[in-house]
């Protein structure tokens, strides 16, 4: 067994014994001739993985906030009441094992949970106690399970539509040209990265492909985990085939000979059929050897599952976990297409810039360009959920406003929207109508609506745990900070914060993003600073009345009094 395959050979365990034992570590670290702690290391880091016995039936029921507004905790206590377990505990003695996980790409169908990776959506109490009861009957869980797939509630006029448009398997592939000539095409497409980062496809393309690496890689971020996202999930779904040929396509222009999908856990669902989409490429000489009868273009793709983290979606993670190893972020001293996979130049592009590659080779850049504004040409797919009656998936033509995009989803009484997830931007009223596009509101794909009845309070603590949680905590100011505008966020709760700490948390959010060595320490602080100035009314009202200078003996109680004091004077 080599290091690379690590992943695969601890999913083995864990799906055989629902764990890995201390026996399956010795021996795996005597086959990789290395510690059982650096085992134990690569475990631990990832949720799905298990170093204790489960029950034969693992639960993962999503903690996201959207699920928090539509009965997380009352689906919590169902699946507590209906299998006599308790979450996060491991009920040995039971056949059922429940654990709380972050967003699992279902937010628009929310309450939503896994079992033993299986989806179960729009759940109630009701709904829980009919799931167990099969499941004790011994149903299948694939006969029971609930359809997964999100709705397309939107394209723009068919002359706009660039990726849910009608798919013919080859048909981008017909184009193939010269590599500069796509790396051209690409450019003029203005094509930049759909996963949030925005660097440009092109030139990512053109560093792997000018690189003396001897061996080069496509790697396609199938690993989808902000909150609040779940188009790419209906990409794999809808599209799988026009995925693979963005990557035949990234490899025609580097010259790599191999690829991956690195399919995050969460849509295990999804694995066989994007095995079926390669065996038929494969198949059909799209892939393997003299690709489409041009000699020696060779080109294999290889699927690999993730074990449940959010920081694998950024690419430096994805690749050491790719690599076998905990997903913490290389050091920003290369880009991949420098040292990516094994020290190979590699790309790694998301599911969806390869689908729009694959697109801008199909039906030209003229067509592209005529679609969206100056800086962002074509479409984008965005998710949306929360507070609207018409949550799922849009593809929009960029530059469309947020006010078209909340009456389209029939967004119900909107007063606070988060922009491209917890590590993206929220908006108030004042500001519906600006437009997502690169020249103003850029979004990655998740847009979370929110009403006036909903605490931003608790939208902020929701956010910060998950950052919290996910931090792989190699650098400082993500650790510590993320702890500490958690813990800000409590005071506020309890109605003890000052304007010193809104001072401070402004102060760490700027040192996180300076001083953070990958985009999730650099954007954690991002919605919070945001809110304390653009929701100023909400967080002036929940300011404590205390005078911070003075040194008090401090009683809790007391200071919970004269708050709620102040607030009922302040609302007479
Ligand atoms: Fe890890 Fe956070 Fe540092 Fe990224 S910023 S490397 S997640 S500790």
Partial sequence: MERKDLLNKLWEFQNKYGYISKTAIKEIAQSLNVSTIEIEGVITFYHFFHTKPTGKFIIYLNNSIVSEFKGFQQIKSAFEKETGCFFNEYNQDSIFSLFETSC?????????????????????????????????????????????????????????????????????????????????????????GRGGAFFSTALKWKYCKDSLSTNKVIICNADEGEPGTFKDKSLLNNLPGLLLEGMIIAAHVTGAKKGFIYLRAEYKYLLEKLEDAINEFEYRGLLGNDILGIENFNFKIDIQLGAGSYVCGEEKALIESL??????????????????????????????????????????????????????????????????????????????????????????????????????????????????????????????????????????????????????????????????????????????????????????????????????????????????????????????????????????????????????????
């Fill in 104 to 192: 699992i790409g279902l937010s628009d169908q929310e309450p939503a949970a896994l079992i033993n990776f299986h989806p179960f959506t729009n759940l109630t109490p009701k709904k829980v106690k009919t799931i167990i009861d099969k499941i004790k009957n011994g149903r299948t869980l694939k006969s029971i399970e609930s359809k997964f797939d999100s709705k397309i509630q939107y394209t723009p006029s068919n002359n706009k539509t660039v990726i849910f448009r009608d798919y013919k398997i080859g048909k981008s592939l017909q184009n193939l040209k010269s590599a500069s000539k796509i790396i051209d095409l690409i450019a003029k497409s203005k094509l930049t």
């Fill in 323 to 572: 690599e076998g190893k905990r997903g913490v972020p290389r050091i920003q001293k290369h880009f991949p297409t420098v040292n990516g996979f094994l020290g190979h130049s590699s790309i790694v592009n998301n599911v969806e810039t390869f689908i729009k590659a694959a697109r801008t080779l199909e039906l030209g850049v003229n067509f592209i360009s005529k679609i969206g504004t100056e800086n962002s040409k074509g479409t984008k797919l965005v998710s949306i959920s929360g507070d609207v009656a018409k949550p799922g998936i849009y593809e929009i033509e960029w530059g469309i406003s947020v006010r078209e995009l909340l009456k389209l989803s029939e967004a119900l009484s909107p007063y606070y929207v988060q922009i491209s997830g917890p590590s993206g931007e929220c908006i108030n009223h004042t500001e519906f109508d600006r437009t997502i596009c690169d020249e103003d509101l850029i979004c990655g794909g998740s847009i979370m609506v929110f009403n006036r009845s909903r605490s931003i309070l608790q939208i902020q603590e929701n956010f910060m745990n998950f950052f919290k949680m996910e931090s792989c905590g190699v650098c400082t100011p993500c650790r510590a900070g993320n702890q500490i505008l958690f813990e800000k966020i409590q005071k506020f709760k309890r109605g003890l914060c000052t304007q010193t700490d809104v001072e401070e948390i402004k102060q760490w959010g700027n040192i996180m993003k300076l001083t953070s060595r990958c985009g999730l320490g650099k954007t954690s602080s991002n919605s919070l600073v945001m809110a304390v100035d653009k929701f100023k009314e909400y967080f002036d009202l929940k300011i404590s009345p205390l005078n911070e200078n003075q040194n008090i003996e401090f009683d809790m109680e007391a200071a919970i009094n004269d708050y709620d004091n102040f607030i009922k004077e302040t609302q007479n």
